[in-house]
């Protein structure tokens, strides 16, 4: 079954650049789903089909994805973007999460 | 405003059931997919099962043969029929919704969930 692989942890200082991945077979050939949950919350969608960002999303959230690798770029990134992010896909009529990063603001 | 509220968690034994509900509104409900994602305490969001507009039904290998998943669009509502539960199935359970007619899509809205404890 296809599977996912996230970092477990990110760490960033505030106002820079924050990257996490997912990796998966030829990942690029689909559509990649960002989500991020803060302790107690929902989770809420970020990134939507590898680059698109929902409206409310700040502009800092950028979605990327190709060959064996999709990327969650956080420009600038600040103490509310502290969370939990998962990414997601479908594949063999099967909803697929990754293990999900716990992205840490310094 | 799209809101979809879980209801029908609680405690219950091993081997028990519970059916979970899930109230949409703010959309038009018979034009999208529905989702069930559990997330057991400390751990991150598994996929549960999905339900077409049309009754296409998708189960995660963890819980088919034990979980059933269905809808009534007259009601905007989804359901989760959980038989012979177990204490793995413990989690809070979020009902979230494809913006489509087809489970393939990005889940953009979600509820605030409902937790299930099983325990003896």
């Known amino acids: 079954s296809y599977e996912l692989t996230q970092p477990l942890s990110v760490s960033v200082a505030l106002g820079q650049t924050a990257r996490i991945t997912c990796g998966g077979g030829?990942?690029?050939?689909?559509?990649v789903h960002w989500y991020h949950q803060k302790p107690g919350q929902a989770p809420v969608l970020v990134v939507y089909r590898s680059s698109y960002r929902p409206a409310g999303v700040p502009e800092r959230f950028f979605g990327s994805n190709s060959g064996n690798t999709a990327t969650l770029t956080i420009s600038g990134a600040q103490v509310v973007d502290e969370a939990d992010y998962y990414c997601q896909v479908w594949d063999s009529n099967t909803v697929i999460f990754g293990g999900g990063t716990k992205l840490t603001v310094l | 405003e799209v809101q979809l509220v879980e209801s029908g968690g609680g405690l219950v034994k091993p081997g028990e059931s519970l059916r979970l509900s899930c109230a949409a509104s703010?959309?038009?409900?018979?034009?999208?997919?529905m989702n069930w994602v559990r997330q057991a305490p400390g751990e991150g969001l598994e996929w549960v099962s999905s339900?077409?507009?049309?009754?296409?039904?998708y189960y995660a290998d963890s819980v088919k043969g034990r979980f059933t998943v269905s809808r009534d669009n007259s009601k905007n509502s989804v359901y989760l029929q959980m038989n012979s539960l177990r204490a793995e199935d413990t989690a809070v359970y979020y009902c979230?919704?494809?913006?489509?007619?087809?489970?393939?899509?990005?889940?953009?809205?979600w509820g605030q969930g409902t937790l299930v404890t099983v325990s003896s």
């Open positions: 030829n990942i690029g050939r689909k559509n």
């Open positions: 339900i077409t507009p049309s009754d296409n039904i």
């Open positions: 703010g959309f038009i409900f018979s034009d999208c997919s």
């Open positions: 979230a919704r494809d913006p489509r007619p087809t489970s393939d899509y990005e889940k953009d809205y």
